[in-house]
């Protein structure tokens, strides 16, 4: 169980902002921090690991106290049991994927937990190659495997699958899914990616402007219904084509794209807008996501 | 003819004691300069790099007002620990490792911070000491900067010949290094030592720079992730 109350001042790209949000996530629950960049989203993250040191608050995991201005406490990141999966990755280059994966062992470490990670994250034959001889979606999946080989009582992924592929982004949600499933770690995972929040996250946090905004189930933050047992669809607006009365939206859903024939509703549609995609019955309605 | 092989192996175990010194001050003292957001560190920057600019002879002429037995400095070194650091090797040891420090410390320093700030950063979450992220994380991933490093203290050291002239003068045997030995056979019109002298620091030059080329060019692509 995470349970963090913080506030930072912050030098942004649009000037100062504060930081201030209030986070619950229930044990094994897997949660998403989703709002645009600059809205302090890593900066969170990184307070947990304890890369970073809030103003003030508190923060406390399982009920141990990492953080907590008042009595003074402040865990290195060596003494938090936070497993951190960064944006670059950050393997090291020196060391094989094996290698990679023991530099997680304390000392004393069992080395079996090696293997079994390698076997899950099917990296097994790839053990001995260096990181620079892997692919994106392979050493995405080598830093995942990093940071679980502590045993981390938290699990927080900064982006981790921004820099993929669609394809190879898909596949890797569903083994992040996967990987969650088997092991019930509590997780935390930044991403501005709406499909990923629906696809992974129990919870998600909407951050904007270092506020959290709406908290709760990707479906109730973001269609504000659910269980109405229709099906909802979020996509991207690729282009929005216009003829005086009709446009023709173009929209991807996943990693298909799908033009659609919509009214005057459309009208405000911009490229880059995410949608919530509901089929009707002749054709599925659009409407903007907030 | 006989030639004088002396001055050539003074200068290599001048060059090799510097070097090895450098390695142990200098390394640390740029992981230092890359990570530290102190306000000296300006002023630190700036004292390391003077003897880029500076010429040679104005750092020997003040080291050696500073170790003169005449001055406190000096006086303190002879009294307390029976050191005369003027005209003698030890001498020459200090004034090449200040000579050379930014030969050392600015390859290794824009190594450092070449590398991706998340790497020491991702060995810390794994529950690792500074130290330890230290030796086994940043050093093996500047191998090439700490190479470039090395051997530029060594060759500068080995180029040396203000400092030297000014602090060591030209005693045999123990401050007369192979630079020195060249001025000196040729102003004295002895044309055959000099040529030996200069001949073998050419080959040595030449032979370490193309070294290091050839094994940096091993070592690059291992910074391709870097």
Redesign the interface.
């Known amino acids: 169980m995470i349970e963090m109350h913080v506030r930072k001042q912050l030098e942004g790209v649009n000037g100062p902002i504060t930081l201030n949000c209030q986070l619950h996530i229930n044990s094994g629950e897997f949660a998403a921090l989703f709002g645009q960049s600059g809205a302090g989203k890593t900066t969170l993250l990184r307070m947990l690991a304890g890369l970073t040191t809030p103003d003030e608050g508190f923060i406390r995991v399982n009920g141990e106290s990492w953080f907590d201005s008042l009595q003074k406490i402040n865990l290195k990141p060596q003494q938090r049991r936070s497993g951190y999966v960064f944006q670059d990755q950050a393997l090291f280059p020196h060391l094989s994927v094996r290698e990679n994966l023991a530099f997680a062992l304390p000392k004393q470490g069992n080395a079996c937990i090696i293997d079994e990670l390698l076997a899950m994250t099917g990296l097994t034959g790839l053990q001995q190659r260096r990181p620079e001889t892997l692919s994106g979606g392979q050493r995405q999946r080598v830093a995942l495997a990093r940071a679980l080989a502590r045993q981390p009582s938290v699990l927080l992924l900064d982006e981790p699958l921004s820099a993929l592929d669609s394809d190879t982004r898909l596949n890797l949600q569903d083994e992040i899914r996967q990987l969650h499933k088997t092991l019930g770690i509590t997780a935390l995972m930044v991403t501005h990616d709406l499909p990923e929040v629906f696809k992974l996250a129990d919870k998600v946090f909407v951050l904007d402007n270092g506020m959290i905004r709406r908290t709760g189930h990707p479906a109730a933050v973001f269609a504000e219904r659910r269980g109405d047992g229709r099906m909802h669809l979020p996509a991207e607006v690729l282009e929005n084509h216009t003829d005086g009365i009709t446009h023709t939206v173009t929209v991807l859903i996943g990693n298909q794209i799908v033009r659609i024939l919509a009214g005057d509703d459309a009208t405000a549609l911009r490229s880059g807008d995410r949608i919530m995609l509901q089929p009707k019955t002749f054709s599925p309605m659009l409407s903007k996501l907030h | 003819m006989n030639y004088d092989w002396q001055p050539l192996l003074l200068t290599v175990q001048l060059a090799a004691v510097t070097t090895a010194i450098l390695i142990v001050l200098g390394i640390p003292l740029a992981a230092w300069i890359a990570h530290s957001r102190a306000r000296v560190k300006p002023l630190i920057e700036t004292l390391v790099s003077l003897p880029l600019v500076l010429p040679p002879s104005v750092l020997g002429f003040y080291l050696l007002l500073a170790f003169s037995p005449q001055h406190a400095l000096g006086a303190e070194l002879r009294d307390h620990l029976n050191l005369s650091l003027v005209f003698s090797f030890e001498g020459l040891v200090v004034g090449s490792v200040l000579f050379s420090l930014p030969f050392m410390v600015q390859p290794v320093q824009s190594g450092f911070q070449g590398l991706?700030p998340?790497?020491a950063?991702?060995?810390?979450?794994?529950?690792?000491?500074r130290l330890y992220t230290y030796m086994?994380?940043l050093l093996?991933?500047i191998r090439p900067a700490l190479l470039a490093g090395i051997v530029l203290s060594f060759a500068h050291t080995v180029g040396e010949f203000g400092v030297v002239l000014m602090i060591g003068g030209n005693i045999p045997g123990v401050t007369r290094v192979a630079s020195i030995a060249i001025y000196d056979e040729v102003e004295s019109l002895n044309y055959g030592a000099a040529h030996f002298h200069a001949a073998v620091l050419l080959l040595l030059s030449f032979t370490v720079l193309l070294a290091v080329y050839i094994l940096n060019k091993r070592l690059q692509?291992?910074?391709?992730?870097?």
């Not at chain 2, 950063?121 to 000491?129: D, N, Q, V, W």
């Open positions: 991706p998340s790497l950063e991702a060995a810390y979450t794994l529950g690792k000491s086994k994380v093996p991933n692509p291992f910074r391709r992730l870097v």
